[in-house]
């Protein structure tokens, strides 16, 4: 089994608010890996006394061993579960009623000989390889479909949109959004490799259209995540006219992680 990941910081004046980790167990018969992307509240203000990065490792940090330690539960039961222990160990202290108190994208994958579950919540990217090279993507298409001229990042934080219906879902305060994340289960022999990224890695596909998603995994397989990152990075560079960034960061947090069962 192979297994990479790397992360990188938008900028070094602020903290990387992405978080991911990946666990085997001790009998090699299966693993997990889980991907958080924090969103950072505009004007810094969340109701809250803990920063993203705080909050996304504390997250990711339950996440990651109910996963391996629960397997009688469902990935969309350990998120619920996680959520809500997260959300009690600061509830006396902060407001977490708050539209923009700290929440996270969320991207999970548990394997073992039989099968591969996946969880996705919000528009980070799970992708899965057979072993013909084909590449199925796992989205969470909600803000995909939000009304035109409703995507700034202001428009989105003050709005209705964020985990109402009729909007899109991050993993926040309230355990219910559990229900609304994408879910699956698909035969082992039928996956190959797993890659997850955040919103910063995938935009070599979704931002720059450098490739599809197995023009994406192929750069994974050849170049690491590592490599994958350094190529986002040099087309942000390169785009001085700003004409596929637009209004977006230079650089956002990136994260990818490439596992080959």
């Known amino acids: 089994m192979r297994i990479e990941l790397a992360t990188v910081a938008g900028s070094p004046e602020r903290p990387n608010e992405d978080w991911a980790a990946t666990a085997l167990p001790a009998s090699g018969q299966g693993g997990t890996l889980v991907v958080l992307d924090g969103v950072t509240p505009p004007r810094g203000d969340d109701g809250c006394v803990h920063s993203v990065p705080w909050f996304t490792a504390r997250l990711g940090g339950a996440l990651v061993e109910l996963s391996g330690s629960r397997r009688d539960l469902t990935l969309q039961e350990i998120l619920e579960v996680s959520i809500r222990h997260t959300a009690d160990t600061h509830r006396s202290l902060c407001d977490l009623s ?60 003050d709005s209705g949109f964020r985990n109402k219906e009729g909007g899109f879902f991050t993993a926040a305060a309230d355990p219910s959004v559990a229900a609304r994340a994408v879910t699956g289960h698909t ?52 785009d001085t006219e700003r004409v596929r960034l637009r209004r977006s960061k230079t650089h956002d947090d990136a994260t990818a992680v490439y596992a080959v069962l």
């Open 98 to 157: 708050h539209v923009r108190t700290p929440q996270a994208t969320v991207v999970m994958a548990r394997w073992d000989d039989t099968g591969v579950e996946h969880l996705v919540l919000s528009d980070s990217v799970l992708l899965f390889e057979a072993h013909d090279g084909s590449v199925r993507p796992l989205l969470d298409d909600r803000l995909d479909r939000l009304p035109p001229g409703s995507l700034s990042t202001e428009a989105i934080a």
């Open 187 to 238: 035969p082992r022999d039928r996956v190959r490799a797993i890659a997850a990224l955040t919103d910063g890695a995938s935009r070599w596909t979704e931002m720059f259209h450098e490739g599809d998603w197995a023009d994406c995994l192929g750069v994974l397989h050849k170049d690491g995540p590592q490599g994958l990152i350094d190529r986002v990075r040099a087309l942000e560079d390169a």
